[in-house]
């Protein structure tokens, strides 16, 4: 099968496979048919094991751009077809939309919002949001013995304190008090720091654009009109808020669904992790040796 270097094969992989459930030849077609012409050549076997395709696949796309990105890694992309992938081959049940079962709709089922959207790639207007590779160039992905995968990157910090996850894309009251924001006093609701807003919206607004210069207000405004003991009720406020406030929301729960807040350990910065992570974890800039273990 024929692939080319522009557009970026693994950022139309990642675009598709959220509503892909297996991985065969029609996927692999429908990625042939959209990326044309070729430079490059990516030969599939079909008689070799799920996680064999899967690996040459990945190997294939960070050697594929012409400068070599790992974004893959942090994307949901693999069909769910075994359930002992590697970390490192991120599987579509971690995509942002699912089926959800919807009498209502045609067939029975509807797409729902599950998890955050990814935070690096394009976006849908080919607008940047951020890459794995801190903007440099990275060196050949390796896989090592066993299910390990050697890339280069460096650690940027160590996962401290952890707050509990968004769930549904609603903020928690715990979320305010490890950013240090007592929102309410005696005069009202207080203003919200700019570290935690920011981080709430992953600093961009919708498509990669720049974080819109409203977005401190709407977050004062969603949590004067949540109830105080349960934190910002996002999806509430997204069916009474005016439009500013939505746009505000919208994106919010975009970025933080599932996900949990921290403070990383050594400089005490402030961010997002999935929802499964934990103290001890930690934050990586993936461009020299480290080791992704299974």
């Known amino acids: 099968m024929e692939l ?82 590697p970390s490192w081959i991120r599987s579509a049940a971690d995509a942002p939309f699912g089926r959800r079962e919807a009498s209502h709709a045609p067939g029975g089922f509807q797409l729902a919002r599950k998890n955050g959207d990814s935070l690096v790639g394009l976006s849908s207007v080919q607008a940047p949001y951020y890459d794995a590779c801190r903007s440099q160039r990275a060196s050949d992905a390796q896989v090592g013995e066993g299910r390990s995968l050697l890339v280069t990157g460096f650690q940027l910090d160590v996962i401290g304190e952890t707050a509990v996850h968004s769930a549904n894309g609603d903020v928690p009251t715990e979320w305010f008090e490890l950013a240090g924001w007592q929102s309410r006093d005696g005069n009202g609701i207080t203003d919200p720091p700019e570290w935690l807003w920011r981080t709430l919206v992953a600093d961009r607004g919708p498509d990669g654009t720049n974080a819109r210069v409203y977005y401190a207000r709407a977050l004062k405004y969603a949590v004067e009109h949540s109830t105080p003991e349960n934190g910002l009720e996002t999806s509430a406020l997204l069916y009474r808020s005016n439009e500013v406030v939505v746009d505000f929301l919208e994106r919010m729960k975009a970025v933080i669904f599932n996900r949990k807040l921290f403070l990383s350990a050594t400089y005490g910065n402030l961010g997002l992790a999935p929802k499964n992570a934990k103290a001890g974890d930690r934050e990586s800039a993936k461009h020299f040796h480290i080791r992704m273990p299974h």
Do not use: M
């Open 4 to 85: 080319p270097t522009e557009p970026k094969a693994g950022h139309i992989v990642s675009g598709f496979t959220q509503k892909e459930q297996y991985l065969g030849k029609a996927v692999l077609t429908k990625l042939r048919r959209a990326l044309e012409p070729r430079k490059a050549i990516f030969q599939t076997d079909y008689s070799q094991p799920f996680f064999e395709l899967c690996k040459q696949f990945l190997l294939f796309i960070v050697g594929d751009a012409q400068r070599h990105n790992l974004d893959i890694l942090c994307r949901p992309w693999a069909p769910r077809r075994e359930r002992d992938l």
